[in-house]
């Protein structure tokens, strides 16, 4: 049996003030039909990146509601996951070799997953709802069928993959019923799913991370790792990885610095138990911060946590996610739901949530990183404004109820 992931409570009425009756009445109408439906999340890895925060919202509030919905995740060494690692890059358009020995190790970890995996009592899911690559070979290899519905959902930016990697996936798609794609462009060639659903993601606005915190506050956590907060600070809160691009935050942050001397640099991240290349690339990141003592290059091994990133993202003058390539960027939504325009890189997921001018700056190069930095920091008043914009389209847009009321959608498409 696969390793079931325990969540916390949580309570979809909380959620009314912050999006209005017309949401909350509409989900509990969409779930009427569906009460008592076993449904299934299967991921990599139970903490750290954009699915696990996800599931830890979505799963519960789908219990609250009165579906049987349960979370587990695969098993797997470092041989495996360093494969999956590459899968993830290749598939995001990295020039990587796909060997024979990386396609036997992700199938022998799949079929050996697809093994443990059972149905609830005995019975099949309802649904199953298999999340990226990693495990995406489990509908193809389970020989039982434990589940009525199977759905693939891809959080990754595929819309320019490496044809190896691509090529060696797809023909495991072929018995999802359904797949679930963050937009229209990641679907690739050969997919022929039955059912085709376009979701972005969503964040909490009553996790940690993401309600209110005082300014003082704060002020007094971001003070404890040695940022000065009288000081102007920017911030790029992602995992350790080049698709990030820390090292051209970096670059962008030393041309700020020759116009504003005291500014700082924050970047904080998360080291994930399915990505062992972030402690090789948190390795380059440190060697390209130098000496500099205004840089501060933190993660959850140093006890960087959700209120911790809540601090962080309230205290910041600027909120910055330089990635070259996003499936859709959680942290992005983060910052804008605090009031605080993003500087975002203009790729992926990531224009969804900027609007360029309105809600932050779209960029396309270190110079243009450094540039919009400058205007953020030099105009306060524009920024604060840009700020309100930015809370507002993601109270309309990208917010987890939003994100419940869809796969409810799906899953009544799919039992019709």
């Given at each position: 049996?696969?390793?079931?992931?325990?969540?916390?409570?949580?309570?979809?009425?909380?959620?009314?003030?912050?999006?209005?009756?017309?949401?909350?009445?509409?989900?509990?109408?969409?779930?009427?039909?569906?009460?008592?439906?076993?449904?299934?999340h299967i991921n990599a890895t139970?903490?750290?990146?954009?699915?696990?925060?996800?599931?830890?919202?979505?799963?519960?509030?789908?219990?609250?509601?009165?579906?049987?919905?349960?979370?587990?995740?695969?098993?797997?060494?470092?041989?495996?996951?360093?494969?999956?690692?590459?899968?993830?890059?290749?598939?995001?358009?990295?020039?990587?070799?796909?060997?024979?020995?990386?396609?036997?190790?992700?199938?022998?970890?799949?079929?050996?997953?697809?093994?443990?995996?059972?149905?609830?009592?005995?019975?099949?899911?309802?649904?199953?709802?298999?999340?990226?690559?990693?495990?995406?070979?489990?509908?193809?290899?389970?020989?039982?069928?434990?589940?009525?519905?199977?759905?693939?959902?891809?959080?990754?930016?595929?819309?320019?993959?490496?044809?190896?990697?691509?090529?060696?996936?797809?023909?495991?798609?072929?018995?999802?019923?359904?797949?679930?794609?963050?937009?229209?462009?990641?679907?690739g060639p050969g997919c022929e799913?039955?059912?085709?659903?376009?979701?972005?993601?969503?964040?909490?606005?009553?996790?940690?991370?993401?309600?209110?915190?005082?300014?003082?506050?704060?002020?007094?956590?971001?003070?404890?790792?040695?940022?000065?907060?009288?000081?102007?600070?920017?911030?790029?809160?992602?995992?350790?990885?080049?698709?990030?691009?820390?090292?051209?935050?970096?670059?962008?942050?030393?041309?700020?610095?020759?116009?504003?001397?005291?500014?700082?640099?924050?970047?904080?991240?998360?080291?994930?138990?399915?990505?062992?290349?972030?402690?090789?690339?948190?390795?380059?990141?440190?060697?390209?911060?130098?000496?500099?003592?205004?840089?501060?290059?933190?993660?959850?091994?140093?006890?960087?946590?959700?209120?911790?990133?809540?601090?962080?993202?309230?205290?910041?003058?600027?909120?910055?996610?330089?990635?070259?390539?996003?499936?859709?960027?959680?942290?992005?939504?983060?910052?804008?739901?605090?009031?605080?325009?993003?500087?975002?890189?203009?790729?992926?997921?990531?224009?969804?949530?900027?609007?360029?001018?309105?809600?932050?700056?779209?960029?396309?190069?270190?110079?243009?990183?450094?540039?919009?930095?400058?205007?953020?920091?030099?105009?306060?008043?524009?920024?604060?404004?840009?700020?309100?914009?930015?809370?507002?389209?993601?109270?309309?847009?990208?917010?987890?109820?939003?994100?419940?009321?869809?796969?409810?959608?799906?899953?009544?498409?799919?039992?019709?």
């Amino acid at each position: 049996m696969l390793r079931e992931i325990e969540v916390a409570e949580k309570h979809l009425e909380y959620y009314r003030p912050i999006v209005g009756d017309e949401v909350i009445e509409e989900i509990l109408s969409l779930v009427e039909p569906l009460k008592g439906a076993s449904l299934v999340h299967i991921n990599a890895t139970g903490f750290g990146g954009g699915v696990a925060e996800i599931l830890q919202t979505l799963v519960p509030l789908m219990r609250d509601i009165g579906l049987d919905a349960h979370w587990q995740i695969i098993e797997g060494s470092d041989e495996f996951f360093n494969v999956t690692k590459a899968f993830h890059n290749g598939l995001q358009g990295m020039n990587i070799p796909l060997t024979e020995e990386m396609k036997e190790i992700w199938t022998r970890y799949n079929r050996l997953n697809a093994e443990r995996f059972e149905g609830p009592d005995g019975r099949q899911w309802d649904f199953a709802l298999i999340h990226d690559p990693q495990p995406a070979g489990l509908a193809q290899m389970t020989e039982r069928l434990p589940a009525h519905h199977w759905l693939w959902r891809c959080h990754i930016d595929t819309s320019q993959p490496n044809p190896a990697y691509w090529d060696f996936l797809v023909p495991y798609l072929q018995p999802y019923e359904t797949g679930i794609f963050t937009m229209q462009e990641y679907v690739g060639p050969g997919c022929e799913f039955e059912h085709l659903a376009i979701i972005p993601p969503t964040i909490d606005p009553l996790s940690p991370k993401n309600l209110p915190m005082d300014l003082s506050e704060a002020a007094q956590i971001v003070r404890r790792f040695g940022v000065d907060p009288y000081r102007p600070l920017i911030t790029q809160v992602s995992r350790f990885d080049p698709w990030k691009d820390p090292l051209g935050v970096i670059d962008a942050y030393k041309q700020v610095k020759q116009e504003v001397p005291e500014v700082q640099l924050a970047l904080v991240g998360s080291m994930a138990s399915d990505d062992p290349e972030g402690w090789y690339y948190l390795d380059k990141t440190s060697r390209r911060a130098g000496e500099d003592s205004d840089i501060f290059i933190l993660h959850n091994f140093y006890g960087i946590g959700n209120r911790e990133v809540n601090a962080f993202q309230t205290h910041s003058n600027v909120i910055v996610q330089k990635s070259t390539r996003e499936g859709f960027g959680l942290v992005v939504a983060e910052a804008l739901w605090k009031g605080k325009p993003v500087i975002g890189g203009n790729v992926g997921g990531i224009p969804l949530q900027i609007i360029d001018g309105v809600t932050g700056y779209l960029v396309n190069s270190v110079s243009e990183t450094a540039d919009a930095m400058l205007r953020l920091l030099q105009d306060p008043e524009q920024a604060q404004a840009m700020g309100e914009a930015a809370h507002e389209h993601v109270r309309q847009h990208f917010l987890s109820t939003r994100y419940l009321r869809d796969y409810l959608r799906l899953f009544n498409v799919l039992r019709s």
